[in-house]
């Protein structure tokens, strides 16, 4: 059965961004919805994940709020570098990408969502080590929001200009991420202290994409209710969802 479940969490990593690609020409809705989405995983997945580890472990809550802001700030820091370097490119000589975005940063954002997939299927094997009961509760939440993160994926790639042959070979490497940290699960295990590290690094990443990344880009050039809308939709589709799981 684990085998099963981590099957699916590919395939629906998967369908979710070969439908970003399919209708690549309503990038900016699908922008708006990827940044509601980031914003109430935080608010409703992560956050309830890291106070139920709080309570469990008594370890200090500085631990993974300190963990949330250098998560942010690597992001902030290491995306403006690549910006700036990118500027200076631009004044010796022409440049396909002449303005404020570059692929680097859609690549980064990528892996960082592939590594957050990888420790999705670790989840899933250790819930299943765990009981089956656990482990069929934790990949049904895993796979909610899989089909989210292979938007995601190929979103933020296209975002950042780069092609989409390059965005659907990230998007398989999303796919195959939760694979082999289900996979990974068979020779090694997380600590609570490491998984709270983790969960507050990962969320101040998804905080800073969402608000700073990703929701000015939705409204940058299609700035529209539909937009807004988009939004308000990835944020109650997430809602709900935790809930339900």
């Given at each position: 059965m684990t085998i099963l479940f981590?099957?699916?969490?590919?395939?629906?990593?998967?369908?979710?961004?070969?439908?970003?690609?399919?209708?690549?020409?309503?990038?900016?809705?699908?922008?708006?919805?990827?940044?509601?989405?980031?914003?109430?995983?935080?608010?409703?997945?992560?956050?309830?994940?890291i106070f139920d580890l709080l309570q469990k472990t008594g370890v200090s809550v500085v631990v993974p709020m300190v963990a949330l802001v250098v998560g942010f700030l690597l992001f902030h820091i290491g995306e403006k570098v690549l910006l700036i370097h990118h500027s200076h490119e631009s004044h010796y000589g022409e440049h396909s990408h002449a303005h404020a975005k570059h692929p680097s940063v859609g690549v980064f954002s990528a892996l960082a969502l592939a590594a957050h997939s990888f420790l999705d299927g670790v989840g899933i094997g250790l819930g299943f080590q765990v009981s089956?009961?656990?482990?069929?509760?934790?990949?049904?939440?895993?796979?909610?929001?899989?089909?989210?993160?292979?938007?995601?994926?190929?979103?933020?790639?296209?975002?950042?200009?780069?092609?989409?042959?390059?965005?659907?070979?990230?998007?398989?490497?999303?796919?195959?991420?939760?694979?082999?940290?289900?996979?990974?699960?068979?020779?090694?295990?997380?600590?609570?202290?490491?998984?709270?590290?983790?969960?507050?690094?990962?969320?101040?990443?998804?905080?800073?994409?969402?608000?700073?990344?990703?929701?000015?880009?939705?409204?940058?050039?299609?700035?529209?209710?539909?937009t807004v809308l988009a939004t308000i939709l990835g944020v109650v589709f997430i809602f709900i969802v935790s809930q339900i799981i």
């Open positions: 981590i099957f699916l969490t590919f395939v629906a990593t998967f369908l979710g961004g070969v439908i970003g690609l399919r209708f690549k020409d309503k990038l900016h809705t699908f922008l708006g919805f990827t940044a509601g989405v980031l914003l109430a995983v935080v608010a409703f997945d992560i956050f309830p994940e089956t009961e656990t482990g069929i509760i934790v990949a049904l939440a895993v796979l909610a929001h899989d089909f989210s993160d292979g938007l995601n994926t190929v979103s933020l790639m296209l975002a950042h200009k780069n092609t989409e042959r390059k965005a659907l070979k990230f998007l398989c490497l999303d796919a195959l991420a939760p694979v082999a940290g289900g996979v990974a699960t068979l020779f090694f295990t997380v600590s609570p202290v490491m998984l709270l590290v983790y969960l507050g690094f990962f969320a101040g990443f998804l905080l800073y994409i969402g608000a700073s990344d990703i929701l000015p880009e939705a409204h940058s050039k299609d700035s529209s209710l539909r």
